[in-house]
């Protein structure tokens, strides 16, 4: 497993990129699954970034794992901020127009829809979002 500690900010997305996309071209993923997995990372950790920390900036921890055959990625988000389970929003209607639809929940629900896992716990004061996906 690798990880990476970075400040929980908007400008450090091209680097949380970074990081996940070298991971996954070491391991010759192809492009249609990378292409979902970093619209999913930019969703979580910009929400993260955004949301997980009221009062100044935290620390967000990324960690990307590889298993099974077929492989799949395990890509896992940690932040100590406000507990926040966003899968227990309910999802968008997509029937209804973008006007006609409530603001909010349209990215995870994306996340939700790309992925073939996502799971989430509130545990020792750290809210841990996970992703898995076949690659």
Do not use: W
Not at 44 to 51: C, D, L, R, T
Request: charged content about 30%; glycine content about 6%; some cysteine.
């Amino acid at each position: 497993m690798k990880e990476l500690k970075i400040e929980a900010r908007t400008e450090n997305l091209p680097d949380v990129l970074g990081f996940v996309d070298a991971l996954l071209e070491e391991r010759e993923c192809k492009m249609k699954p990378q292409m979902q997995l970093d619209v999913a990372v930019e969703e979580i950790f910009v929400n993260i970034a955004h949301y997980a920390y009221t009062t100044g900036v935290g620390e967000a921890r990324i960690q990307v794992d590889f298993e099974g055959d077929p492989l799949s990625v395990v890509i896992t988000f940690i932040d100590s901020g406000t507990p926040y389970d966003p899968l227990a929003k309910e999802d968008p209607d997509v029937t209804l127009s973008a006007a006609e639809r409530q603001i909010g929940g349209l990215g995870i629900y994306m996340v939700k829809k790309s992925m073939d896992e996502v799971l989430y716990r509130h545990e020792d004061g750290c809210n841990i979002f996970t992703i898995k996906k076949k690659i």
